[in-house]
């Protein structure tokens, strides 16, 4: 049922958004840190401006689990990928998939916990389940879960929920002590959501999600989407879009500066593929 429903979101999208080029239609597939509803919400305006300010159709690429939009982009299908950090250097030893650009706030993975219960501190998590949107969610789950097992020393068993929404909610409901999410992510529920809401932990900070391409792409159409992408950022109409799909600040992107280094954090024995069908 979500399949079809997909499917039928992404279809509508794109004979929303204008057809400038008769021609190649690019496809765009956004890591699922929302909902499919949602991630076709915050985009397609951002992707309506681009196609009529440069005359490059860009369609969105649904996926509504981060496994599935990991199975994705690894086997090389989506033209362009929004992703985060550690997705990018998979993206990047998979397929050559090359940065453009990024925000230029810096992500931060956050464990957030029910402001009006019990856990007031990491040691009271011990032996718990904890909340994840998926194991390779970067800020919210692999480089978290990293920290709180090497350097914080917590044991826990990690649940998967599928999205940082879900996590958020998951906490709240009591059904589990605390999760992992992203501020950008937290920032974006409710005000009542929000107030019910505390930051137990913090990750150091990394460079944010970056809009990359596939090397299959011309170079000219990556130029093109940079430059009015850049364009946007100096137009405070532009800025609302690029902040509503956290592209706030952008800036353009570079492997080799913002994510070469995430590969000495030596994450792989948290990250996990799935490699069976999407169930």
């Known amino acids: 049922m ?12 794109y004979f929303l958004l204008p057809s400038a080029w008769a021609g190649q239609v690019y496809t765009l597939s956004v890591v699922p840190q929302f909902t499919p509803v949602d991630i076709g919400l915050r985009w397609s305006p951002l992707l309506a401006h681009l196609e009529k300010e440069t005359g490059i159709s860009l369609q969105l690429r649904m996926q509504e689990r981060i496994p599935k939009f990991e199975t994705d982009f690894l086997a090389g299908l989506p033209d362009f990928v929004f992703l985060n950090p550690y997705h990018a250097v998979m993206a990047m030893k998979a397929h050559g998939y090359v ?23 990491l ?48 906490v709240l409901l009591g059904e589990a002590p605390a999760g992992g999410g992203v501020a950008a992510t937290l920032e ?18 990394v460079a944010s999600h970056p809009l990359a391409a596939h090397p299959r792409v011309p170079a000219k159409v990556r130029e093109r989407l940079v430059e009015a992408l850049l364009k946007l950022d100096r137009d405070p109409a532009g800025r609302k879009l690029l902040a509503a799909v956290e592209l706030d600040r952008t800036q353009l992107a570079d492997y080799a500066r913002d994510y070469a280094p995430l590969e000495k954090l030596k994450l792989g024995q948290y990250a996990q593929i799935e490699k069976t069908g999407d169930k």
């Open 2 to 13: 979500i399949r079809v429903f997909v499917r039928a979101f992404t279809l509508a999208l």
């Open 99 to 121: 940065p453009l650009v990024r925000s230029g706030d810096q992500l931060n993975g956050i464990l957030v916990v029910d402001r009006n219960g019990p856990i007031k501190q």
């Open 123 to 170: 040691a009271d998590l011990a032996g718990k389940t904890l909340a994840f949107p998926s194991p390779n969610a970067f800020g919210a789950s692999l480089y978290m879960r990293a920290l709180l097992t090497e350097k914080e020393k917590i044991a826990f068993t990690p649940s998967y929920v599928g999205t940082h929404q879900n996590v958020y909610r998951h």
């Open 188 to 205: 974006k529920e409710n005000a009542a959501m929000q107030s019910r809401l505390a930051v137990l932990y913090t990750t150091p900070g």
